[in-house]
Nanobody, 124 residues
Framework: QVQLVESGGGLVQAGGSLRLSCAAS????????MGWFRQAPGKEREFVAA????????HYADSVKGRFTISSDNAKNTVYLQMNSLKPEDTAVYYC?????????????????WGQGTQVTVSS
């Protein structure tokens, strides 16, 4: 079993920055991947970014490229999402997800484990 715990959400003004963290525990993490998704009220959960734990390769949604950066600290089993130049449309609950097979794509159905989510609100 894998537990994922997100932190770092909050309220920020447009143009500001936040850094989300997701700490993973419960098993040995080798060849897996972690991603960030978000869900705004009334909308489907959408892909934001993902990273391969073994290669460090990353993948981003077009809507966040150049503004968000995903990174990992393997020693701490933690993945981060640095969010800069935030916009009101970035407002959502952000979820961390893990795929034990190493998939770091945008298909949320592939991911095996999910965190409880953290709220990010960007005011205009």
């Amino acid at each position: 079993q894998v537990q994922l715990v997100e932190s770092g959400g909050g309220l920020v003004q447009a143009g500001g920055s936040l850094r989300l963290s997701c700490a993973a525990s419960g098993r040995t993490f080798n060849n897996y991947a972690m991603g960030w998704f978000r869900q705004a009220p009334g909308k489907e959960r959408e892909f934001v970014a993902a990273i391969s734990w073994s290669s460090g390769n990353t993948h981003y949604a077009d809507s966040v490229k150049g503004r968000f950066t995903i990174s990992s600290d393997n020693a701490k089993n933690t993945v981060y999402l640095q969010m800069n130049s935030l916009k009101p449309e970035d407002t959502a609950v952000y979820y961390c997800a893990a795929d034990l097979g190493g998939y770091y794509g945008a298909n949320r159905l592939v991911y095996d484990y999910w965190g409880q989510g953290t709220q990010v609100t960007v005011s205009s």
